[in-house]
């Protein structure tokens, strides 16, 4: 690491280097977390990602106690962007904290799909469901200068944190958060059958494993994040039910499901008869993580006899 030459610098290598670090934070490792914490402490907010970048700037006597207790609270298992108040999301800096999910790299999948899936449509409009910090409504606004994205979330607290991070990154003008239950924020005229896509990254952990996740995650972040109910697809299945209210012909449903999820859930969506189009995709380790599908409403009436 180079930095400027500090007597407790292994020290807290070594501090840190004993953390459990999530594979789902990939970006986050002893030396990117002490230089985010380094920067912190010299009072820079900076993401795992951001503080990979840069010379680290000399400690005072004070920035070097601060940073020792940083390192204290992370190593008690703080997640880092508590911290920090920040998390990198398809090249944004955006805030974070315990109001909502930490975007998780493995998210940019999802956001990608989507805006793959947009190209071409002149002034989509768009809708998050479920949205958290408002990572992926505010990636897909700004990868499509001209798309109209609405995101929602049930807890309330997620909504004003996506507030903040649109007006943060600027595209408050053209990313709209509401509070409500999954789809239910859109039931209106402006949204029914006009929706160029919906995009959702859904709870869908099994409500018996959330507390077996780790601490970092179940003593730190919300439950409703991660709690998909019993099976784990609760909102799924409700998503898959409920998006073709929203969706035009042609519209786009896309959302992540959790590793192993995909097959069953591919299955499922082969069966519905308006629903074409149906693809799974794939992460780096060849697992399916994202799925999409078209909503065809035509492909479901029965073809006329001749
Ligand atoms: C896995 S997090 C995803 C957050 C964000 N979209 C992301 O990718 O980081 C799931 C989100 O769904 C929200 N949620 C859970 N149940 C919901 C429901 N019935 N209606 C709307 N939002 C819900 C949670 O509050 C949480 O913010």
Known sequence: MTTPASPHESRWLERLAGLPFLSDKPEEDAESTLRALWYLATGERRSADAAREGTLPPLDDAATARLDELVGRRAAGTPLAHLTRRARFMGMELFAGPEALVPRRETELLAQAAIDCLRGTHGALVVDACTGSGNVALAIAHALPDARVHGADLDDDAVTLAHFNARHVGLHDRVHFAQGDLLAPFDDARFGSRVDLVACNPPYIS??????????????????????????????????????????????????????????????????????????????????????ARYRPAASLPVEAP
Not at 264 to 274: E, K, M, Q
């Open 207 to 292: 409500s018996p494993k959330v507390g077996q996740m780790a601490t970092e995650i179940s003593a730190h972040e919300p439950a409703l994040a991660f709690d998909g109910g019993p099976l784990g697809v609760s909102v799924l299945v409700r998503l898959i039910d409920e998006a073709p209210r929203l969706l035009r012909d042609g519209g786009w449903l896309v959302f992540e499901v959790g590793a192993g999820q995909g097959p069953s859930i591919l299955r499922r969506l082969a069966h519905v008869p308006h629903y074409d189009d149906v693809e799974g995709l794939r992460d780096a380790h060849d697992v399916v993580r994202v799925v999409r």
